[in-house]
């Protein structure tokens, strides 16, 4: 699938996602959510998940199903972890901070228990450094962008060698 973040002449970002066989669903954002929504590229990516948000889009969610009422309540496990994995990624980025894995797993688990989600795997820093490596370019590429241009990304995402 094909993501293309526009940055708008206005500044107004919007998300269009072109899936294989030609479909498309597009949104206007917030400006808070192509940098949100790139952290899931990465997450879903690197952790190799395709029920989560851009798996779903892939699948034939429109970018409208996740704002109707109860749209939460139909999420699969998967993409609650993924929301999850991202809001941990995002924390980090505020506290100008990157977590060593035994403590992300911590506030990771601690997040799930929270939410009554069944617990996901232990990840290693390895993945921990490949998930925000792949993030940072992303949300570079996208900070780059001008008004008027968009940003593609394939997905699923792979950092640039």
Same mark, same amino acid.
């Given at each position: 699938?094909?993501?293309?973040?526009?940055? @708008?002449?206005?500044?107004?970002?919007?998300?269009?996602?072109? %899936?294989?066989?030609?479909?498309?669903?597009?949104?206007? &954002?917030?400006?808070?959510?192509?940098?949100?929504?790139?952290?899931?590229?990465?997450?879903? *990516?690197?952790?190799?998940?395709?029920?989560?948000?851009?798996?779903?889009?892939?699948?034939?969610?429109?970018?409208?199903?996740? *704002?109707? #009422? %109860?749209? #939460?309540? %139909?999420?699969?496990?998967? +993409?609650?972890? +993924?929301? #999850?994995?991202?809001?941990?990624?995002? %924390?980090?980025?505020?506290?100008?901070? *990157?977590?060593?894995?035994?403590?992300?797993?911590?506030? /990771?688990? &601690? *997040?799930?228990?929270? !939410?009554? /989600?069944?617990?996901?795997?232990? &990840?290693?820093?390895?993945?921990?450094?490949?998930?925000? !490596? &792949?993030?940072?370019?992303? !949300?570079?590429?996208?900070? +780059?962008?001008?008004? @008027?241009?968009?940003?593609?990304?394939?997905?699923?995402?792979?950092?640039?060698?």
């Amino acid at each position: 699938m094909r993501i293309e973040l526009k940055r @708008g002449k206005d500044g107004r970002p919007t998300l269009a996602c072109v %899936r294989p066989d030609g479909s498309r669903t597009w949104a206007k &954002l917030h400006p808070f959510f192509p940098l949100h929504d790139l952290t899931h590229c990465a997450v879903e *990516s690197v952790l190799g998940f395709d029920q989560a948000f851009f798996g779903l889009v892939a699948s034939g969610w429109a970018l409208d199903d996740f *704002s109707q #009422s %109860r749209a #939460s309540a %139909r999420l699969p496990t998967e +993409a609650r972890w +993924a929301e #999850s994995l991202v809001g941990l990624f995002e %924390r980090e980025a505020a506290a100008g901070a *990157s977590w060593w894995a035994p403590e992300f797993n911590e506030l /990771l688990a &601690l *997040s799930l228990r929270g !939410q009554e /989600l069944a617990p996901f795997r232990t &990840l290693g820093d390895d993945e921990l450094d490949a998930i925000r !490596q &792949l993030r940072d370019e992303l !949300q570079a590429r996208w900070l +780059a962008v001008v008004p @008027g241009d968009t940003l593609e990304v394939v997905f699923p995402a792979t950092a640039a060698a």
